[in-house]
């Protein structure tokens, strides 16, 4: 036999009278690596807010808000919606977006298919095709002008 949460815990009914979301979380603008990647949260929706007139801190009544939100980090999607059905929650899952890496820089000429990725030392190398930006000093360039 199984319960909801919602029967046996005692809290009121418009804590568990809610519409959740269930998103997989984007990588952290600093964050190098994969490690983090692929973790599922739970967004309890938006509830009422207000400032609060003694620190003007953002209040609101919903308590589950900020738990949620901090400590509710599941490992697969599956793991969230089980948890949102046992707690009696509606859900929406919100799928992550796909990564394409051939688009996914912004230096020109990365991504392309038989190219090399430019850099702005490419504009000052020796190697680079055409002539130079400038004449430098001792090139033929510069030779020729006299």
């Known amino acids: 036999m199984t319960t909801?949460?919602?029967?046996?815990?005692?809290?009121?009914?418009?804590t568990y009278d809610r519409k959740v979301t269930i998103y997989s979380p984007a990588r952290d603008a600093c964050q190098q690596g994969k490690a983090k990647l692929g973790t599922w949260k739970i967004h309890p929706g938006e509830q009422q807010k207000w400032e609060n007139p003694l620190m003007g801190w953002t209040s609101t009544g919903d308590a589950l808000a900020h738990q949620m939100n901090s400590t509710c980090v599941f490992n697969s999607k599956e793991a969230a919606i089980k948890f949102a059905e046992k707690h009696g929650w509606e859900y929406e899952v919100m799928e992550p977006q796909k990564f394409d890496a051939r688009g996914a820089s912004t230096i020109p000429g990365a991504g392309k298919i038989h190219?090399?990725?430019?850099?702005?030392?490419?504009n000052f190398s020796s190697?680079?095709?055409?002539?130079?930006?400038?004449?430098?000093?001792?090139?033929?360039?510069?030779e020729q002008k006299k």
Do not use: C, F, I, L
């Open 4 to 14: 909801k949460v919602n029967q046996v815990v005692g809290a009121p009914m418009e």
């Open 115 to 122: 190219t090399r990725p430019k850099s702005y030392g490419d």
């Open 127 to 142: 190697a680079r095709k055409g002539t130079p930006v400038w004449p430098h000093p001792g090139t033929h360039a510069h």
